[in-house]
């Protein structure tokens, strides 16, 4: 083992940590905000029909995202379970679904009464492996739904062109890929619907919120309905005869004013993280015993976090070993991303969704081994943290600190 100069040691070994600045931060809401609510609140209503904040946003929203059509939600679970419903899915159907996402992704399939069914990952974009989804599909199979993880699209030309040779649909989850684009086009616009998230610990948000995007006109319909108990509604009223089950996700127009102008900062907020994170992964590009996350080709990511793996048998620590190593720097680290794959929770292993009766997902059998590759990904995942504000020193700590621990540690063997 080579000595180390105390300046190269660590901060677990001993050494000063690298990071020794503040993280870069800026107030995220502000008199933008401040200027839309005051519009907002001076219309004499809050409810989206007879208000024009979450008819603006929509508009804008479309707009952006070169598509027809938005339909502004709840959140974004609830615009994903909007965009089933307008897709009819139904019980007994199978939806197939990434295996690394947040819960919101999966519980919508659930309440439609269909069966999630877990495609294995691409092992460095840890998106959707075309292979896998192609290999999954049986004659239940009634929808792909794509998840962008982490601001890098699905390789959306082969997932398309599965969907096509067996006519199903696909709805992509783009919570977390807000800016992203896929060959030139915005994500969302290429599914059948996309689907966002206003949430809080997104790259923009409203508190909590969503929208579901489209350019099928009868799919819009649909979708409008499924936010709204399936009333027919306007600002003089509403048409009363439902004709299929929907819920009230109806976006107010207190957060449609916070997410207008939210929206007037995306492509900035985008634009810097990608600046941060590209130059990151170029001074990281040759640490031994790490690999980088790769774009999906034809993506422009937009960097909701920043996931790279470790192979232990040459860095010589765990990933768990890393990320600690990385938070005694100082840096914003954590291991293993939500730990286990969705398939892996008690709710389908034990199948406890439901206290009694029959569900098309109790007859099929979940637990450890569905996806060998996204079950490595959270196995050697080390995550960084990511903020538009973040600075150059922040970049040059950072990597100090990713660099020196990694030397440190494939020293020790």
């Given at each position: ?24 931060s800026e107030r995220r809401y502000g008199e933008e905000e401040l200027g839309e609510l005051e519009e907002a609140l ?283 190593a990385l938070q005694a720097e100082g840096l914003r680290a954590s291991a293993h991303y939500i730990g286990h794959c ?31 590759q996204a079950e490595a990904i959270l196995e050697t995942c080390v995550m960084l943290a990511i903020n538009q504000a ?24």
């Open positions: 083992m080579a000595t180390m100069t105390t300046a190269e040691l660590p901060a677990i070994a001993g050494g000063t940590p690298a990071k020794q600045t503040p993280y870069g001076n219309q004499g209503t809050l409810f989206y029909a007879q208000g024009k904040k979450v008819h603006q946003l929509e508009t804008e929203f479309a707009a952006k995202n070169g598509v027809a059509f938005a339909v502004a939600t709840s959140s974004g679970t609830a615009a994903i379970h909007a965009a089933l419903i307008a897709a009819g899915i139904s019980p007994g159907d199978e939806v197939i679904v990434s295996p690394i996402t947040d819960m919101g992704s999966v519980v919508p399939i659930l309440y439609q009464g269909a069966a999630p069914v877990f495609a294995d990952l691409h092992p460095h974009t840890y998106t959707l492996d075309p292979a896998a989804v192609e290999a999954a599909i049986t004659p239940q199979t009634r929808a792909i739904l794509a998840v962008h993880l982490a601001g890098n699209a699905c390789a959306m030309d082969e997932l398309m062109a599965i969907a096509a040779r067996h006519n199903i649909v696909v709805v992509e989850d783009c919570a977390q890929a807000f800016g992203a684009t896929y060959r030139g086009r915005p994500i969302g616009a290429i599914g059948a619907i996309g689907c966002f998230s206003y949430n809080e610990f997104k790259h923009i948000s409203c508190g909590d919120g969503g929208l579901a995007v489209t350019n099928d006109a009868p799919l819009a319909l649909r979708l409008r309905l499924a936010t709204d108990k399936c009333y027919n509604r306007t600002a003089q009223g509403a048409e009363r005869n439902p004709t299929f089950l929907a819920n009230n996700y109806r976006m107010t127009e207190l957060q449609g004013a916070v997410a207008v102008a939210q929206l007037k900062k995306l492509d900035d907020i985008v634009a810097r993280r990608r600046r941060w994170c590209d130059a990151l992964s170029a001074q990281l590009v040759d640490v031994p015993g790490i690999d980088l996350p790769q774009i999906t080709p034809g993506c422009e990511s937009s960097w909701w976090f920043y996931m790279l793996r470790v192979r232990p048998g040459e860095l010589g620590a765990d990933a768990g070993e890393f990320a600690a969705i398939y892996e929770y008690p709710i389908f292993v034990e199948h406890s969704a439901f206290e009694r009766g029959e569900h098309a997902y109790m007859r099929r059998a979940y637990g450890k081994g569905l996806c060998p973040y600075t150059e020193t922040d970049l040059a700590e950072t990597v100090r600190g990713v660099r020196r621990v990694a030397a440190w540690f494939a020293g020790k063997q």
